[in-house]
């Protein structure tokens, strides 16, 4: 082999091997811009302006318990952006734009963009079931239309995105969908995606000629959970069906119900369910109210339980109260007293 050859292979190695290694930056640095230092965590979880505690109360107790069930629920999408795949239905489609928009209007202030992913997808997931309603409880949509409309749900994936950015841009903090603003928000979603017109328009008018905006904006109003994933109203959702959503199986129980809790609080020291409390409405003595911890009808992610020394250890999702990271820990009677319900997922997953 001539030196000139021998050292053509040298040269175009080092090109291969500074293209494998400008790829591998690039890969390195998506997964820290995705995953922050921290990685799936509890304590990356951070909530932001919106009443989501809910959302990132059952994530932070998800990263705790199932970490990778998390991860494997996130996966590039080809177009550009991020897929959200849940235990049953479609995958959601997640845009980097989107993600910038929750960054911009601090949705949400966790380490990387991982949990305001998975936010957005399951934002997406619950207007996905409230169009579904929409369509099934209408009394004004022909029986023979409502099929060929739920099946376009269940595979619509860009339409889906420019509901959710329409719905977005025009609700209002009571809850309110003016059907006007609305319909003209969606055309400029839908041709901001590049979705054809025509096909796009053939059900959006037909539904629009039955009723269906008019269904969807009580079901917006109505429907905390659809409605908590978009404007903050002290609404907000259910920490079962996060779990749910994720896992395919949760409960949820009352703490009034000692014997059941202890059980449950047992199970989450020994098999590392996922577990989230939600306190009562109003405090139940003054000194609730006055401690360093407390925030009324608030979710909290519960990371331990001690049987021995009678204590749980709890997480409030804001990061915070109590600083400096929002972790404490209370003696098992004061929570048994300050916390109304919880929910749990029915086993740790791999």
Excluded at 6 to 30: F, H, K, R
Excluded at 248 to 269: I, N, Q, Y
């Amino acid at each position: 082999m001539s030196r000139k050859f021998t050292g053509w292979i040298s040269a175009a190695g080092i090109v291969l091997v500074a293209a494998l290694s400008a790829q591998g930056l690039a890969i390195a640095q998506g997964a820290a811009s995705l995953y922050g230092p921290g990685g799936v965590s509890p304590q990356a979880v951070r909530q932001g302006t919106l009443g989501s505690c809910y959302f990132h109360a059952s994530i932070a107790a998800l990263a705790k318990s199932a970490p990778q069930t998390l991860r494997g629920a996130i996966s590039r999408n080809p177009l550009g952006g991020y897929r959200v795949h849940f235990f049953d239905g479609p995958d959601e489609i997640v845009f980097q734009e989107d993600v910038e928009y929750g960054r911009a209007h601090s949705f949400d202030r966790s380490e990387g963009e991982w949990v305001l992913v998975l936010m957005r997808g399951y934002a997406q997931r619950a207007l996905r079931r409230g169009l579904v309603t929409s369509i099934q409880r209408s009394d004004a949509i022909p029986a023979y239309v409502k099929p060929l409309a739920l099946e376009w749900l269940n595979h619509a994936g860009l339409l889906l995105v420019a509901y959710d950015r329409a719905i977005r841009s025009v609700i209002s903090q009571d809850g309110k969908l003016d059907e006007a603003t609305l319909k003209q928000s969606l055309s400029a979603q839908l041709k901001a995606l590049g979705i054809p017109s025509a096909e796009a328009q053939m059900l959006v008018g037909l539904l629009d000629d039955r009723g269906f905006f008019n269904r969807l904006g009580r079901t917006v109003e109505e429907d905390g959970e659809v409605f908590g994933a978009y404007k903050s109203l002290g609404m907000g959702g259910i920490p079962v069906r996060v779990i749910e959503a994720f896992t395919g199986e949760a409960h949820a129980g009352l703490v009034a119900d000692h014997e059941r809790t202890m059980k449950d609080l047992r199970r989450l020291h020994s098999e590392g369910v996922a577990m989230v409390a939600g306190s009562w409405s109003l405090p139940p003595s003054a000194a609730y109210s006055s401690s360093n911890w407390w925030v009324n009808a608030h979710s909290y992610t519960l990371l331990d339980f001690n049987e021995a020394e009678g204590t749980v250890k709890l997480r409030n999702p804001w990061g915070a109260r109590p600083d400096p990271d929002g972790d404490f820990t209370l003696p098992l009677a004061v929570f048994l007293g300050g916390f109304e319900s919880y929910s749990y997922s029915e086993r740790p997953m791999p």
